[in-house]
C-alpha cells in the first residue's frame, strides 16, 4: 500500500485552467470541487514537531512549482488549501492518474470532508460540491513540463528551501484577506530571509565568508544589475523592521506602514530568485 495525501481547495485560491497530472502529485480540477493528492514522504529532523503544521512539505513542494511555473507576464496562480489534509492508502498496483483512481479518491475525500466537526467549515468555503462558489482560473498559468520540471528539481531534504518556498505561497494565501497584509508580507520576510541563507550556502561552496553584501553582489550579478545595493534586498529591510518590530528606529506607529507594493514588488522579485535557486534559470524580471 501507498499512503497520499488528499486535500480539498477553495475557490478563494486562482488556479491553473487545467488539471496537473504525475506519478507523483496530482491537481484535480472536477467543476464541483478542485483537489490535490501527493505521495506522502517526510524527511525532518529527528527533534522536528509543529502541532500545526499548515501543509506537509511534499505538499509544499507541489505547490510552489505551480507557482514558480507560470511564465513572465502570464499574471499568476496561488492555491487555498483546505485547513485538513486527509491520509488515504492506495494499493501499489493503482495508477495514480487513472480516471478511475482519481474518482475513488475524491469520493473518500468528499466522505471525510461530511464526517468532519463542522467548525472547519469557517476556514474558507470549498467549491460547488459543497455550497460555494466556482472556481477562477489563469487560462494563461498551464506550463505543466515546465511544473514537472520544478517538481523534480525541489529537494525535501533541503529544510530551508522548504521553509522559504511555504513562506512564498503562504503570503499569497494571507494577502487575498486584506486585513492580513502585514502577516503576508511576513511571510514574504521569511522567504526573503531563508533565500538568503540558501545563497550563503552557495557562497561558502565557494570557499566565500557569506554575508548580506556578497549575497546582494552575488544575486545582482545573476540577474545582470551592476549597482547592486549594499544588503540584500536592502529596499525592503526597513520594511521587514517595521512590520516585525511594534518599536523601532524608523518610529513607532499604530500598525506596520506597509503599502499595497511593498507585497507585489518583493513576491515578484523572490519568485524569480526561488526559481533560480531551483532550476538554474534566470528570468530577467528581477
Known sequence: MKEIIVRA?????????KSILSFDAALIQHEDLFFSFVKLFRDEPDDYYSEREWLYPVEIKFLSSLVLSVPKKHGKIYSYPDAIGYKVKIEDSKDLTH????????TEL???IKARNSHFWD????????????????TNADNVDYQNEIFTAIDLSNHLLIRGLGGLIKGDLLNIHHIFHTEACISLHIAMEASMYLIYRRLEENGEKPSPEKASKYISEI???S???KN????FYEDRIKAVHPEN?????????LAADDFYDLYKHLKCVYEFLVTGNIDKSY
Open 232 to 235: 540584500y534586498f536592502e529596499d
Open 110 to 112: 468528499i466522505t471525510k
Open 227 to 229: 549597482n547592486p545595493p
Open 249 to 257: 528606529r524608523y518610529g513607532t506607529y499604530p500598525d506596520a506602514p
Open 123 to 138: 476556514v474558507a468555503p470549498l467549491g460547488p460540491l459543497f455550497g460555494g462558489p466556482n472556481y477562477q482560473v489563469n
Open 9 to 17: 481547495y477553495s475557490p478563494l485560491g486562482y488556479y491553473p485552467s
Open 99 to 106: 480516471e478511475d483512481t482519481i474518482q475513488k479518491i475524491k
Open 223 to 225: 540577474f545582470g544589475n
